[in-house]
Nanobody, 126 residues
């Protein structure tokens, strides 16, 4: 069972930056897509960003394009989400999604990922 572990959440101010990391202890890490989703209180878990198995193809939600960057290091079995110019509306629990499709043909759905982390809280104050 693949178990992603997130880190890096916290409380920041409007306009600040934050970097989330996700580690996966699984030898097949480099064979599948990895993603980030987020869920605000009372709302659905929404797609944020995804990277394909080798990190060459990425997709982003419109709300974060130009501000967030997803990257992966297959040698370290980690995926990161660099979040710049944070806004109060970015406040959510952020979840790392692992074991996604081997190839990306667009924005994936939640059901495309087999494993999820416990989530890390990101709070942006105004």
């Amino acid at each position: 069972q693949v178990q992603p572990v997130e880190s890096g959440g916290g409380l920041v101010q409007d306009g600040d930056s934050l970097r989330l990391s996700c580690a996966v202890s699984e030898h097949a890490f480099s064979t599948y897509a990895m993603g980030w989703f987020r869920q605000a209180p009372g709302k659905e878990r929404d797609f944020v960003a995804v990277t394909d198995a080798n990190g060459r193809r990425t997709y982003y939600a419109e709300a974060v394009k130009g501000r967030f960057t997803i990257s992966r290091d297959n040698a370290k079995n980690t995926v990161n989400l660099q979040m710049n110019s944070l806004k109060p509306e970015d406040t959510s629990v952020y979840y790392c999604a692992a074991n996604g499709p081997p190839r990306l043909r667009g924005v994936p759905a939640r059901a495309d990922f087999a494993s999820w982390g416990q989530g890390t809280q990101v709070t942006v104050s105004s």
